[in-house]
């Protein structure tokens, strides 16, 4: 998985959040995984058009479920975003090959997941008080930025 960069989406239901994030892939030329269940097929028309032409620019790959992708990535390389997290995004390091790690629009992260995850892997973005979440695009366009910053923005003009 030889990538600066890897986007992991665990049971996305929204295709025009995950087309959205292709897109941000497409530009970051990160890596998408898209761990099922889906709430979409990969042919759905929200999710081609939210992607828009980008798609062929992402490398992307669905994995039947979060042990088939932990088969090629360790927790250790990954970044789990949870609102629970005590760590704030950007008071991480970011290494060459880190993937990070959203759950599903409705649900966040599965139990089963983030008891993977080592609480020191465990980030926040900070939102005031009484806001449940961020859109799951919106939420993956400022992780994946800071990553890519952090990186010093590898292979981008």
Aim: positive net charge; proline residues 8%; aromatic residues 8%.
């Amino acid at each position: 998985m030889d990538a600066d960069l890897h986007v992991v989406l665990v049971a996305p239901e929204i295709p025009p959040n995950a087309g959205n994030v292709a897109r941000t892939c497409a530009a970051l030329g990160a890596v998408l995984h898209l761990i099922r269940p889906l709430g979409f097929f990969m042919t759905d028309r929200h999710l081609r058009r939210a992607g828009m032409d980008y798609w062929r620019q992402v490398r992307y790959h669905v994995h039947d479920d979060w042990e088939a992708f932990r088969r090629l990535m360790p927790a250790e390389r990954c970044l789990f975003f949870t609102p629970d997290a005590d760590r704030r995004y950007d008071q991480v390091d970011y290494r060459r090959g880190v993937g990070l790690v959203f759950g599903s629009e409705s649900s966040g992260l599965p139990p089963a997941v983030l008891a993977e995850a080592p609480p020191e892997r465990r980030v926040r973005i900070p939102m005031r008080p009484g806001i449940r979440s961020l859109n799951l695009a919106t939420s993956v366009g400022i992780a994946a930025y800071e990553a890519a910053r952090r990186l010093g923005f590898p292979g981008l003009a």
